[in-house]
């Protein structure tokens, strides 16, 4: 939903609008990718190994490369460069990558929480 938003940004008010996204978004992804890691950390200490929890790891680890080898440099890439259809296409491809390994993990705990009752 956001990045639809920011690439309708005009060029002259990009740097502006990208800079405070950036800004904005930076605590979201810290947040939410440790409580990822500490929940993963709580999770391999305390369950047994099943294939629903490596399934469930893949999309986390799918969802966290996404972010850190591909959506993180394409927005440092944007600040730099301004708004360049071919890199809002990569950081739009990078969401949908997210998305596919965050439903990829719900889905297989999802299956892994009716196996632990």
Same mark, same amino acid.
């Given at each position: 939903m956001v990045y639809p938003a920011l690439a309708a940004v005009p060029e002259r008010d990009w740097a502006a609008v990208h800079?405070?996204?950036?800004?904005?978004i930076t605590p979201v992804v810290a947040l939410v990718y440790g $409580?990822? &890691?500490?929940?993963?950390?709580?999770? &391999? $200490?305390?369950?047994?190994?099943?294939?629903? &929890?490596? &399934? $469930?790891?893949?999309?986390?680890?799918?969802?966290?490369?996404a972010t850190a080898l591909v959506a993180g440099p394409t927005h440092a890439r944007l600040g730099r460069e301004g708004p360049r259809p071919h890199l809002l296409r990569r950081l739009r491809r990078a969401d949908a990558v997210r998305l596919a390994g965050a439903l990829l993990a719900?889905? $297989?705990?999802a299956l892994a929480v009716p196996a632990a009752r």
């Amino acid at each position: 939903m956001v990045y639809p938003a920011l690439a309708a940004v005009p060029e002259r008010d990009w740097a502006a609008v990208h800079s405070a996204h950036s800004r904005r978004i930076t605590p979201v992804v810290a947040l939410v990718y440790g $409580a990822v &890691l500490g929940t993963w950390a709580w999770a &391999l $200490a305390t369950t047994a190994l099943s294939g629903a &929890l490596v &399934l $469930a790891g893949a999309g986390s680890a799918l969802a966290g490369a996404a972010t850190a080898l591909v959506a993180g440099p394409t927005h440092a890439r944007l600040g730099r460069e301004g708004p360049r259809p071919h890199l809002l296409r990569r950081l739009r491809r990078a969401d949908a990558v997210r998305l596919a390994g965050a439903l990829l993990a719900l889905a $297989a705990t999802a299956l892994a929480v009716p196996a632990a009752r």
